[in-house]
């Protein structure tokens, strides 16, 4: 009987080792921003200035999380109402043209010091091949007030990060491409994907039970 649970427990262990130190394709995500002035007032324009692709990854991993951060840049602010210190602002606000539309974005917020925007989307709602169209105002980037053109991200090293839902993560920093352009690419090398809380518990549920039938059957 303890060959037989000894046999049981190595099985569990290895199993959740493999799941623990398994790896996944390659995923890269591109984002860029482009145009004359992030905060354009003509509603028709105003929510195009970013995208953020998802070019490459494994068909089964989705964007969980995404944030774009302009703290390398100690003046830079997200915009997000009229009046001082900006002017006339606007909110994240999705692109109608967009493959990830309001209905995936679980939610977005902005910290205190108005320099991180967080947006966190729906359960396998951004997938691989994907683009988020979106416009936020943005304000005092590289040096400049309350207009920043696609280039100034790139000469600030404004940057962004990801989270994907197998608990990778990845980051990118802008190049500035043109006097209007800037590009931020992530790249995450093979991943590894972080076992579920479901997976590990059933693992061990499925240890414990083998042990209790071990021991009933020496009753």
Do not use: C, W
């Not at 210190?85 to 974005?105: H, L, M, R, W, Y």
């Not at 076992?195 to 039938?213: C, D, K, M, Q, R």
């Amino acid at each position: 009987m303890k060959t037989a649970k000894k046999l049981l427990m190595t099985a569990v262990v290895t199993t959740f080792v493999a799941l623990s130190a398994g790896t996944a394709e390659a995923a890269q995500l591109r984002f860029t921003a482009k145009g004359e002035d992030s905060g354009i007032e003509n509603a028709t324009e105003r929510n195009k200035f970013f995208k953020l692709n998802f070019q490459e990854g494994p068909d089964n991993v989705y964007i969980k999380k995404f944030v774009f951060d302009l703290s390398p840049d100690a003046n830079a602010i997200f915009d997000f109402t009229s009046g001082s210190p900006g002017g006339k602002g606007f909110p994240f606000e999705v692109s109608q043209n967009s493959d990830i539309t309001d209905a995936d974005i679980k939610k977005y917020f902005l910290s205190e010091d108005k320099q991180k925007l967080t947006v966190k989307f729906v359960d396998e709602a951004f997938s691989v091949g994907e683009i988020l169209k979106f416009g936020v105002d943005t304000d005092r980037i590289a040096g400049g007030g309350k207009v920043d053109d696609g280039g100034d991200f790139g000469i600030a090293d404004i940057k962004f990060k990801v989270t994907l839902s197998n608990g990778t993560k990845g980051k990118g920093v802008f190049e500035k491409k043109d006097p209007l352009k800037s590009v931020a690419i992530a790249n995450i090398t093979d991943p590894q994907p972080v076992p579920e809380p479901a997976t590990i518990l059933g693992l061990f549920a499925v240890s414990g039970l083998g042990a209790f039938s071990l021991k009933r059957s020496r009753h």
